[in-house]
């Protein structure tokens, strides 16, 4: 007996969610030399489940791009990772969706904070401003793949509902309000650690990217800067820097870390 046929037959959640969070482990984990995944028979014998209710589980996780679905060829494993790409017009969902995945946020603090350092700093404060301080998760289906935190000067975030901070886009809650024109960012590997690998689950010694950022208006005014901490296992990025005949039109400064102990 595995863990895989471990279902509480007695549990309010449907069976076909309890084969999905289980797959979706197995997928997490699932070795590099072989992307078939394991077909819809043996998921039944497995489980001790219907046929209906592994394609139920199959046909949700295909939708959130862990899994890709072949006619006539069988189910396989996707490894192609979530790409984004840093600009001030970032559109994260788009970019999700290329990678066939679905995106969306779930928002577990926003409040009034003494901002803390160094985003203080980042944002040519004092330590003791207030700022509005927002804590989200980005997941895709039940997965965690980023934490995200960020701090906004009070005097930018005043007079934006916290509704709309729900959203996907910070940039263009922003930007409805003020013009972002220049952002920074710098991108270092490391290992999860106990945080981390809770937060995202993980083991502790997986690696993650720690991306900290922070975005300017005109007058080189900080507007929000903050860090995201991603599943490495299933993101990467890239960043386009516009050329010009005369030089180089530096949109986004980029400082690559490495891997820390």
Known sequence: MTRLHLLDRDSPLPLYAQVKRRLQQEILAWPSVNDRFHTDQEVCELFGVSRATVRQAFAELEAEGLLRRR????????????????????????????SGRSLRVELVRCESVACPEPFAGSLNLERT???????????????????????????????????????????????????????????EAALAGEEYAERLGLMPYEPVLIRYMTYFSAGQTPVMTGVSIYRADQVRYKVGIPMQVSGVDVDAEIRVGGLAA
């Open 71 to 98: 006619q006539g060829f069988g189910t396989f494993v996707n490894r192609q990772k979530i790409e984004e790409t840093f600009s001030t017009s970032a559109n994260f969902a788009h970019q999700w969706a290329q």
């Open 129 to 187: 401003a207030q700022v509005l301080y927002l804590e989200r998760y980005r997941l895709s289906g039940d997965s965690r793949i980023a934490w995200d935190r960020r701090y906004i000067p009070a005097a930018v975030s005043a007079g934006i509902a916290r509704s709309e901070f729900k959203k996907v886009s910070l940039l263009d809650v922003l930007g409805r309000k003020i013009k972002i024109e220049r952002g920074e960012t710098q991108i």
